[in-house]
């Protein structure tokens, strides 16, 4: 039964603490490429698997080769970032709304029942409807190896015909054709044409070309509506026939799809078949389908590549919303062409995201010299803190008398966050090099690595001389280097100024760590960090954690320390834990400043573990 409640005399409230914030991932590597995938609005895309690049980018793209090796590493990185390098000019595109696959096979289904498809968008400045459609003979196509073959077949043709019908009007013979003086097969499209107009078919009316990209020839009437029609080519009433040899009957693969008032998806079969119809009713632009959505692309590049979203022309059966290309439909705002940037304009567009922790480029050929510096010296002072990893391939490099090679100008302006490897095997090595410390787990026990002796899979080893793998030691260039003993290492596994990459990483990792911490006791607390004495030590103790977990990893270690005194500790003296933590007293503190609530300075003297890379034995023998 109702009463009285509890709360009159015991009231409980319930006080949660803020969620913490996580440290860094210093195994997150960006791959900058030029590839068109990902456009520039986008900017950057996270990849988990080796699948997912290929996906995306294919099996022979820079990204996917430069991706392939980071994955290879063993153990394999989880994580990485691919960004878009706006190396040349780019086109406007506009991505439609994603689709499942259940949505994917409804779309397939409903579109095919239009016959009359229309929808408006605006390209280049330029309102476009897409309407009426042509009519056209589309050839079944032909493989590279195909192509040779019909290459040499034409050429040994001198009164090729065909015979078609176009707009209810048949040509029994079209030709003869001469093609023995044909170089490439654009030149064939280009006598057929010849023929058609001698025919009595006007260029106005029917056009011949070849796709170089779909590898096949077609004929489109350059009229459109309905009013278009064209048959499958048959055999001429002289000549040679040809009308099989170019694929253009039924028996060979051959499409013909006549004038429409609109666009006409009846007869479609994937969303391929859809983009494609899509695009032959499009002037400036084409429109593709990618696996999940459908894209309009511009054809002209820079900042007048415009577009907009598609919406209704008002007539026939809308097409926008089916394909999701209005913003109503999920589509992204349409991403306008942009002029080609510098490596180091990419460079500071890509730092805008702070997944990432390690930069590189993946292209077709080495950056110019001028171009890596300007991206080293960027990374060098942006924030979050980063690395910039480079491949290079020239030569020079083993040259102990070439004092103008990347490496040996990297190194005169001893910047300490870029490392480099020259690889004559692999533009992208150094993404196996990073691959091998992007593994690293801090959090673990003995987890820490040094660069050195380390294997680079896929990566080709160097067959070098004393006098260039000493150049290459000499610059701070990195290099995957065979041995007498027919084993293959990383050498020397450091930076441009000489730090080892394994302490770059590390001090990063501790710096991240150490901030992270400290943020999270003030954020975390329920309750103020008291400006007092018993205050400081708390940050004090929060630092010291955080110090300790670098002796567990493997990254600090006890020793002697050789810098200035600080705190307690003098100079020579041990630190038997590897760190040593200081915080003054409050009292210390000027008025100035402690009125600003800031704590005292907390100091902590650090001793790396470090690493063996070289041994000496000596052998004493007695008889």
């Known amino acids: ?59 022979t793209a820079p990204e996917y080769l430069a ?21 040349t000019a780019t086109h406007a595109i506009l991505h439609g709304g994603i689709m499942t696959p259940a949505q994917q096979a409804s779309l397939l289904t409903n579109i095919t029942t239009v016959t009359n498809g229309t929808m408006q968008i605006t390209i280049d400045g330029t309102l476009r409807t897409l309407a009426a459609t042509a009519a056209s003979l589309t050839g079944g196509p032909f493989t590279s190896t195909a192509q040779t073959t019909l290459l040499t077949t034409l050429q040994g043709i001198t009164a090729g015909g065909f015979a078609i019908t176009i707009n209810g009007t048949a040509h029994t013979t079209v030709g003869p054709i001469n093609f023995s003086t044909i170089t490439q097969l654009s030149d064939a499209a280009t006598r057929i044409n010849t023929a058609l107009v001698a025919a009595g078919v006007a260029a106005t009316v029917a056009n011949s070309a070849w796709n170089a990209t779909a590898g096949n020839f077609s004929i489109t009437t350059v009229a459109t509506g309905t009013s278009q029609t064209i048959s499958f080519a048959s055999a001429p009433g002289s000549g040679t026939d040809i009308s099989a040899t170019l694929q253009w009957t039924s028996a060979t693969g051959a499409l013909t799809q006549q004038g429409t008032a609109g666009m006409n998806f009846s007869a479609i079969t994937n969303l391929n078949g859809v983009a494609s119809i899509v695009t032959s009713a499009m002037s400036g632009a084409r429109c593709f389908w990618d696996g999940e959505r459908f894209n309009i692309e511009c054809t002209s590049t820079g900042t007048a590549s415009t577009l907009t979203y598609a919406s209704s022309s008002g007539a026939g059966q809308d097409i926008s919303a089916l394909l999701r290309l209005t913003q109503a439909t999920g589509a992204t705002p349409p991403v306008n062409g942009v002029t080609a940037e510098t490596p180091l304009a990419c460079a500071t567009a890509l730092r805008m995201h ?34 910039f990893a480079y491949t290079t391939q020239n030569t020079a490099a083993l040259d102990p008398t070439n004092q103008n090679d990347i490496a040996s100008q990297l190194q005169a302006q ?87 990459i394994d302490e770059r990483v590390g001090m990063d990792w501790l710096a991240n760590q150490v901030q992270t911490d400290l943020f999270n006791v003030l954020y975390t607390s329920l309750t103020k960090i008291p400006q007092t004495d018993p205050g400081v030590h708390i940050l004090v103790t929060t630092v010291s954690n955080s110090c300790h977990q670098g002796v567990i990893n493997g990254l600090i270690a006890a020793g002697q320390w050789n810098g200035p005194p600080l705190g307690q ?54 008889r």
């Open 1 to 59: 039964m109702p009463g009285l409640s509890v709360s009159d005399v015991v009231n409980v409230s319930i006080n949660m603490a803020p969620v913490a914030t996580p440290v860094r991932n210093f195994g997150a590597l960006c791959i900058a490429g030029s590839s068109d995938v990902i456009d520039v609005s986008e900017r950057l895309r996270e990849y988990a698997t080796l699948d997912e690049v290929v996906a995306d980018f294919g099996s």
């Open 67 to 87: 991706a392939d090796l980071f994955f290879a590493q063993s153990p394999q990185p989880s994580l990485l970032y691919i960004g878009r390098f706006a190396q």
């Open 354 to 387: 702070p997944e990432w922790y390690c930069l590189t480029y993946a292209l077709t050929a080495e950056m110019a010299n001028s171009d890596t510096i300007a991206v080293a010296q960027f990374i060098e002072g942006c924030s979050p803190a980063s690395m």
């Open 414 to 500: 001893t910047l300490s966050r870029t490392m480099g490897q020259f690889s004559s095997f692999s533009l992208y090595a150094v993404c196996s090099l990073f691959g091998r410390f992007a593994t690293v787990d801090y959090q673990g026990s003995n987890t820490v690595i040094t660069g050195k002796f380390k294997v680079e899979p896929g990566v080709g080893g160097e067959q070098l001389t004393e006098t260039q793998a000493t150049t290459l030691r000499s610059e701070n260039l990195n290099v995957y280097v065979y041995y007498s003993n027919d084993v293959a290492i990383i050498q020397e596994a450091c930076m441009a100024n000489g730090y080892f």
């Open 569 to 622: 500790i003098s100079t020579g003296q041990q630190l038997p834990t590897g760190f040593y933590v200081y915080g003054p007293q409050v009292s210390s503190q000027p008025q100035s400043i402690r009125e600003q609530r800031i704590a005292p300075t907390i100091q902590a003297a650090i001793k790396l573990a470090g690493a063996v890379h070289f041994s000496d034995v000596i052998i004493n023998v007695n």
